[in-house]
């Protein structure tokens, strides 16, 4: 097991230009989540899928954002329109499903660091 | 989830031991107390989790005050490796999934 792996590692884009990035949860892991971070500030998150199904949104997950899970494996998160504001790490994350909310350990990946010109 | 208190940075000596402190007086019974670090260019990991007793494991010890109001995460023997951004979370068994994360105490070890 190699962990939660996320692809890219780094990428720059223009503005305007649409994005994806691609996340690999822990094999046995059904749940997946998605943050977002900035500079200096702890992540915030933006969506969770149990298995396929995408269950939480953060109000942070504008129109532009559009995150899948088609297999109930792997996870892509695209971004239409980049915007400078845009500019972040973005870290996956998956767990296991079975154990109570307040005991979930959640197994982060190196992240996918965005830069919009 | 309830919100956390955190100093924003400290600074340790290499082989002594850290002491990091939470603040959380808005804790409700429900809630865990979570601590997650984030080294360099790597994504937050965790470390350790508890509910009213002290919690040790290999990474670290959680000591938990008696009304719960605030907690001490301690590493035993710092090292350069441990240098990290250390996250003190509440997670409440009712809430959402997600993780809440503040800003954190960014811990310098000095060889």
């Known amino acids: 097991d190699t962990g939660v792996s996320q692809n890219p590692r780094h990428k720059i884009t223009k503005r305007g230009q649409n994005v994806t990035f691609r996340c690999d949860p822990i094999s046995e892991h059904n749940r997946l989540y998605w943050y977002r971070q900035t500079l200096g500030q702890g992540p915030e998150f933006l969506t969770y899928?149990?298995?396929?199904?995408?269950?939480?949104k953060s109000r942070l997950l504008s129109d532009r954002f559009s995150a899948e899970r088609p297999k109930g494996s792997f996870s892509t998160l695209e971004i239409q329109r980049t915007e400078q504001g845009d500019s972040a790490m973005y870290l996956c994350?998956?767990?296991?499903?079975?154990?109570?909310?307040?005991?979930?350990?959640?197994?982060f990946g190196a992240g996918t660091r965005l830069s919009v010109l | 989830d309830a919100k956390t208190t955190q100093p924003n940075s400290m600074e340790s000596n290499e082989e002594e031991p850290v002491h990091l402190p939470c603040n959380h007086s808005?804790?409700?019974?429900?809630?865990?107390i979570h601590w997650y670090r984030q080294l360099p260019s790597q994504g937050p990991e965790y470390v350790i989790h508890?509910?009213?007793s002290n919690v040790n494991n290999r990474m670290a010890s959680l000591a938990i005050a008696e009304d719960r109001k605030s907690s001490t995460l301690i590493l035993h023997r710092a090292t350069l490796r441990d240098a990290a951004v250390y996250y003190c979370i509440l997670r409440d068994r009712n809430a959402g999934n997600m993780l809440t994360f503040g800003g954190g105490t960014r811990l310098m070890v000095k060889p």
């Open positions: 994350a998956s767990s296991l499903a079975g154990q109570t909310i307040a005991k979930n350990i959640q197994y």
């Open positions: 899928f149990q298995n396929e199904a995408q269950l939480e």
């Open positions: 808005t804790i409700s019974g429900t809630d865990y």
């Open positions: 508890g509910l009213t």
